[in-house]
C-alpha cells in the first residue's frame, strides 16, 4: 500500500480508499464502487465529477439549513480567526453562553439549562448520568434503573446502546449496563400501515411502563428515554396520545422523562423540537445535528429547571457535576450554532416545514401501490418508505436503492434496513418535494 499519496494528488484509486474504516458501512463494497462526495450547496451534494445529486436526507438527518450555507459559512471562519479554542471547564467564553440563551429561549417550557457535548451519542450518555447523579442529589439513590424502549436509537455510547433497541447495535459488544428495560415499539402495520402522522392505534402500550413500575418498584427507576419519533429505526410516528401517557406515568411514579430530540429537534417536525408539537415537556432533551445544520460537531441536553436546581444546594465553590467534554461548547461550534439559529429563524425554515408537511405526506403516499412499496408513514419532513426485502437477504433492496439513487439516480438516501428515510434539508422547494416522488423514486423503485 502507497501510503504517502498526499491530499493534492487525491484520486479515489483502491490504495486511496483503504485507509478509512468505515462505521456502519460494508467497507469492501464501497470500496469497489465508492460514492464520494466533493461538494454541497443548499439542497444539492456534487461528485467528484460535479454531478449534482438531491439530498433527500439531510447529509444524515442534520443539514436542515441546507448546505454551505454563507452565514454559517462566514461564522466559523471568523470565529476561527477570533478564538479557535478555549475551556469550557472553569473558563467560558462569549459564543457558548449566547447559544445557551438562545437554546433556552427556543426550547419549551423551563428547559432552561443547556449542557454540551460533541454528538448525539454523547448527548444520550449525558441525559443518562445526568438522571442518575439528579436522583442522589435529591437522596433518592436507589433510582438507578433506566428504561428505553425496542427500536429506540440513542446514538452508540454504552449507555446509548443498553437503552436504545436495535439488535445490531447491541449483540457484538457482550455486556450493556446493568439494570436497563425496554418498553415495547410503537409500529404495528397491521393497525397503522399508510399513516400520515400519529396513528390513532397504540397510545395503551405506554401502560407498559406501569408494569415495568410493578415489577419493580418506582423507587428503583431513574429515567425513560424515548426518541418522540424513532427516526434511524425506520421512522414510527408516535401514537395519539402515546407521549402524554408516557409523561403521566413519569409523573406519577417520579421518574425522569428524556426525548431525545437529535433528529426530531430543530424544526424536523415543524417545531423548535417535538415536545411542543406533541404538547409533552420531558424533563431533558437531547440534541445534536441540526443545532449546526450539521456543520461542525455539536450535541448537548436541555434540562428543566428542576433538574439544575438540584445540583445547585451544595458550598458553591463546590463542582456540581462530574462531568464534561474537552470540546463542549467548542468556540466554533457554538458560533456555527448561534449563525444557523440565526438562519432557520430569519428564514422561518421551522414553520416552513410545519406547511409543508401535507404536501409533502401527499406526495410520499402516491408511492402506495409502486413496486416493492410495503408501507408509508409521515411526519413533518420525515417520510419512510418499507421495501418487501429480498427473500433471505434482508437489508439488499434498501442497499440496492441507496446505490442506485446515488449513482443512476441523482439522489442521496437514507435507508434502515429495507426502509427507504428521506427527511430533506427544510430549505426543498416544492418542485423538488416533485422531483423527489414523482420522479426519481418511482423510476428508482421500478429499477431494484
Ligand atoms: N440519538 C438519536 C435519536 C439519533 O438519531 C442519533 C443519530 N442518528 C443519535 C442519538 C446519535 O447521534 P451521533 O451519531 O451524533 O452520535
Not at 11 to 35: C, I, Q, V, Y
Not at 92 to 118: I, M, Q, T, W
Not at 251 to 269: A, M, Q, S, Y
Not at 344 to 359: H, I, P, Q, S, V
Request: net charge neutral.
Amino acid at each position: 500500500m502507497n501510503k504517502h499519496a498526499g491530499a493534492a494528488q487525491w484520486d479515489p484509486s483502491p490504495n486511496n480508499l483503504e485507509p478509512f474504516w468505515m462505521g456502519f458501512t460494508p467497507n469492501r463494497a464501497f470500496k469497489k464502487k465508492p460514492r464520494l462526495i466533493a461538494r454541497a450547496k443548499d439542497m444539492h451534494y456534487y461528485d467528484m465529477t460535479g454531478r449534482p445529486v438531491l439530498d433527500a436526507t439531510a447529509g444524515l438527518w442534520c443539514s436542515n439549513a441546507g448546505h454551505c450555507r454563507d452565514r454559517i459559512v462566514e461564522a466559523i471562519q471568523k470565529q476561527a480567526g477570533e478564538l479557535d479554542f478555549a475551556p469550557t471547564f472553569q473558563f467560558g467564553h462569549p459564543k457558548v453562553f449566547e447559544l445557551s440563551s438562545r437554546l433556552a429561549n427556543l426550547a419549551p417550557g423551563d428547559l432552561n439549562y443547556a449542557f454540551f457535548c460533541n454528538s448525539g451519542s454523547e448527548a444520550a450518555d449525558t441525559a443518562l448520568k445526568i438522571a442518575l447523579a439528579y436522583h442522589r442529589a435529591k437522596g433518592q439513590a436507589s433510582r438507578t434503573r433506566l428504561i428505553g424502549r425496542e427500536r429506540g436509537y440513542h446514538g452508540v455510547n454504552f449507555g446509548g446502546i443498553s437503552v436504545g433497541g436495535m439488535v445490531a447495535n447491541r449483540k457484538f459488544f457482550g455486556t450493556m449496563l446493568a439494570g436497563v428495560d425496554h418498553l415495547p415499539h410503537t409500529y404495528n402495520r397491521a393497525e397503522q400501515a399508510f399513516t400520515k402522522g400519529e396513528p390513532t392505534w397504540g397510545a395503551h402500550l405506554a401502560d407498559e411502563l406501569e408494569r415495568l413500575v410493578a415489577l419493580h418498584d418506582a423507587s428503583t427507576i431513574a429515567a425513560v428515554i424515548v426518541e418522540p419519533m424513532a427516526g434511524s429505526t425506520g421512522v414510527l410516528p408516535p401514537p395519539v396520545g402515546y407521549l402524554k401517557k408516557l409523561r403521566e406515568i413519569c409523573d406519577k411514579h417520579g421518574i425522569l422523562l428524556i426525548f431525545d430530540e437529535v433528529i426530531t429537534g430543530f424544526g424536523r417536525l415543524g417545531y423548535p423540537f417535538a415536545a411542543e408539537r406533541f404538547g409533552v415537556i420531558p424533563d431533558m432533551i437531547t440534541f445534536a445535528k441540526g443545532v449546526t445544520s450539521g456543520a461542525i460537531p455539536m450535541g448537548g441536553v436541555m434540562a428543566r429547571q428542576h433538574i439544575y436546581d438540584a445540583f445547585m444546594s451544595g458550598p458553591d465553590h463546590m463542582i456540581e457535576l462530574f462531568h464534561g467534554y474537552t470540546y463542549s461548547g467548542h468556540p466554533i461550534a457554538a458560533a456555527a450554532g448561534v449563525a444557523t439559529l440565526e438562519v432557520y429563524k430569519e428564514e422561518g425554515l421551522f414553520e416552513r416545514a410545519l406547511k409543508l408537511e401535507d404536501k409533502w405526506a401527499d406526495a410520499a403516499m402516491t408511492l402506495k401501490g409502486k413496486p416493492h412499496v410495503a408501507d408509508i408513514r409521515t411526519m413533518g419532513l420525515v417520510a419512510a418508505i418499507d421495501l418487501n426485502s429480498i427473500d433471505g437477504s434482508p437489508g439488499k433492496r434498501g442497499y440496492d436503492a441507496m446505490e442506485k439513487g446515488f449513482h443512476d439516480f441523482g439522489i442521496m438516501l437514507r435507508i434502515t434496513g429495507d426502509t427507504i428515510a428521506l427527511s430533506p434539508p427544510l430549505i426543498i422547494k416544492e418542485e423538488q418535494i416533485g422531483e423527489i416522488f414523482e420522479d426519481k423514486l418511482p423510476k428508482l423503485l421500478a429499477a431494484i
